[in-house]
């Protein structure tokens, strides 16, 4: 325990958990990364797009960034009102499960277990891969690196949500006030130069023009400008992780977010067309970021164009934070309606859900695995994910209004109306325009998701019907008992399953197996010193089943036997008694056969409820241990009667009490 209190810290007890919840500030931290990392590949997953448009393709920067806005809007005012009306967290799921049914919520939960999953791979490779881009030695270590980061952001949220917060709270500040200062200066010298600014360092040269802008590249780039958007639902998922009162620190958190976020996406695209920067080709020998050319055309390359890339890089690298925040909590409200194992309803040592936290980790490092840290063919499923749940969420709104039919719910009803159709018509276009780049991995990965769920809560809907109770509790008088003893040789661990078998049945089968090593004095020991001590003890003789076992098997003729016992004795439950020792040390297990393990296993495993299996366990002890008990009772006799008395005690009877 000690170490896992030097690595993690402390147990915290469940009172603690108020403690442990953090306000806006540090909110913004926890559950903002996500959305303000977008700012940095929003833009510029836009303008690649529009690469084969040469330089007319910025003037459109603008205008899709502002489309992207209004719609960034109308969904922070949706979940703005999905705070209030749920705040026990959950956001997208809750709010479709409770209007829409609970298939429309297992949907939504879907759509967000894999945009949460897949943020984590994207999120942390993006975030690699740049820093790939600036020292290039390190490209044969990139999965190292991206397997790496993902571990410490594990680490850090299994010590606790407070302590994520405030250590990520420098880098996102960092991020948000370098670009700030980016942009407010870029403005300036923009307004200064009446809109014809001389950039500090020329960007890159213009491709040449390929094609001309048709509606079918508008929206794709419109699609792609998208991924912008995700990470906005984190806060309506995570209300429960902020003090008191939740949803006011909640609302204001989310605001943060959000107008930051709108914020800089429209100073960077402004800044863009300001500059007439054009992206560059992924991948090719002249790639460079949009950021890193804006910030080299507002300031230059000195210093504050280091912070700023050094400030990007950490911000990218960190945005799964987002993830490991509200993918734990999603499970964990999922679990409560069954539709996920209940373990994940369970918090751990430091208050937090680790059993999500684990899960998120290994899905995320498959993917990073499985594409060896390069995963720009999954970023086209981002916003699938993400739309899919903002549209179900303002749906679900819509019908929550219907029903409250207060007065102000008009407008409710049509603002998320209209945010709902805005968000399921965007979520169309993205399905449409990025299905060959990978969008179709969609229609394979949520339905086999949706099954799997649906899966789970049937069987715990199945294990819920047999063992309800259709009325009060009826207790009748108990069965006979019929107790089995498999014993392989005579001895204290023997003598103690006899002991405990006559306790629980007069009817007692022992069983044991002949073969090669057998004692091959067993039935002599038998007659010689169990029936004696039966007859003096006035105990019902047990029977003694010998079995043969000619293929030097053990499990299967004492498994035979039981289950031939069964069939014979269809109104008698029996009692398995399986002597086990169980060593001090727990590689010293091996060290022995594991024939009683496996026979408990089975028994569990393909008995019908009229079998009930008990553990003998014999505990071993090493010498060491157990000189200190005599030693401990040497001193309580000696506190209590005095050290003289105890010694002059006769030595049989010191013998007595040290056993």
């Not at 089943?545 to 109104?571: F, G, H, M």
Request: aromatic share 8%; charged share 15%; hydrophobic share 50%.
């Amino acid at each position: 325990m000690k170490c896992l209190d030097l690595l993690l810290g402390r147990s915290l007890a469940s009172s603690e958990d108020k403690k442990e919840r953090v306000g806006a500030v540090p909110g913004v931290s926890v559950f903002g990364l996500d959305a303000f990392s977008s700012a940095a590949y929003g833009p510029e997953a836009a303008l690649t797009v529009l690469i084969p448009l040469g330089v007319a393709g910025v003037s459109f920067a603008l205008p899709i960034t502002i489309g992207i806005s209004v719609i960034l809007f109308l969904v922070y005012l949706s979940y703005r009102q999905t705070i209030a009306a749920y705040p026990n967290g959950a956001g997208s799921y809750t709010v479709a499960k409770e209007n829409l049914g609970d298939k429309a919520g297992l949907l939504a939960a879907v759509a967000l277990m894999i945009d949460y999953t897949l943020n984590v791979a994207v999120g942390i490779s993006a975030g690699v891969n740049q820093i790939v881009s600036a020292a290039p030695a390190l490209q044969p270590h990139t999965l190292l690196l991206c397997l790496a980061i993902l571990a410490a952001l594990a680490y850090v949220n299994l010590r606790g949500l407070r302590e994520t917060g405030l250590a990520f709270l420098p880098p996102t500040y960092l991020f948000v006030g370098c670009l700030g200062v980016l942009i407010a200066l870029g403005i300036f010298r923009a307004i200064t130069a009446a809109g014809h600014p001389q950039p500090a360092m020329a960007p890159a040269a213009s491709p040449a023009v390929h094609e001309q802008i048709s509606l079918w590249l508008f929206l794709k780039a419109f699609a792609a400008g998208c991924t912008a958007m995700t990470g906005v639902e984190a806060v309506s998922n995570g209300v429960q992780a902020f003090k008191e009162p939740p949803v006011a620190f909640a609302r204001k958190a989310l605001t943060m977010i959000v107008s930051v976020l709108i914020l800089l996406l429209l100073g960077v695209a402004f800044l863009v067309q300001t500059y007439k920067i054009t992206a560059t080709e992924p991948g090719s020998p002249q790639y460079q970021s949009i950021l890193s050319m804006v910030t080299q055309a507002v300031v230059g390359r000195g210093i504050f164009y280091y912070i700023t890339m050094g400030a990007v890089l950490l911000v990218l690298c960190l945005s799964a934070n987002t993830s490991f925040a509200d993918f734990p909590r999603v499970c964990r409200t999922i679990a409560q309606d069954g539709y996920l194992p209940y373990s994940f309803m369970v918090r751990g040592r430091r208050l937090v859900f680790t059993e999500g936290i684990l899960v998120l980790t290994a899905l995320a490092g498959v993917l990073l695995i499985c594409f060896n840290g390069v995963t720009d063919k999954l970023i086209p499923l981002f916003a699938v994910g993400a739309f899919l749940a903002f549209t179900l969420s303002q749906a679900g709104m819509v019908m929550h209004w219907r029903k409250k039919r207060k007065s102000g719910a008009v407008g409710s009803v049509a603002m998320n109306g209209i945010g709902g159709a805005a968000t399921g018509i965007t979520f169309l276009i993205v399905i449409v325009t990025k299905f060959t780049d990978g969008a179709w991995i969609v229609f394979l990965v949520i339905p086999a998701l949706y099954l799997f769920m649906l899966r789970i809560h049937r069987h715990y809907k199945m294990v819920g019907d047999q063992l309800a109770l259709s009325g009060s509790v009826e207790l009748t008088p108990p069965r006979q008992m019929i107790a089995v003893v498999p014993l392989v040789s005579m001895g204290s661990l023997a003598q103690r399953a006899l002991q405990i078998a006559f306790g629980l049945s007069g009817d007692i089968k022992v069983v044991h197996v002949e073969q090669e090593n057998s004692p091959p004095d067993f039935q002599n020991q038998w007659a010689h010193d169990v029936l004696p001590a039966v007859s003096r003890a006035h105990l019902a003789e047990p029977q003694l089943v010998t079995l043969a076992s000619p293929y030097r098997q053990v499990v299967t003729p004492i498994l035979s036997y039981i289950w031939r016992l069964e069939k014979e004795n269809p109104d008698q439950t029996i009692a398995v008694l399986i002597p086990q020792l169980i060593e001090s040390r727990w590689y010293y297990s091996f060290l022995h056969n594991r024939h009683a393990t496996i026979l408990r296993t089975l028994l569990l495993m393909k008995g019908l409820n009229r079998i009930v299996v008990v553990n003998v366990p014999w505990h071993i002890q090493e010498r060491e241990k157990i000189a200190q008990q005599a030693h401990e009772l040497w001193k309580r006799r000696s506190k209590i009667e005095g050290p003289a008395q105890f010694i002059r005690r006769e030595p049989a009877e010191r013998k007595d009490e040290r056993a």
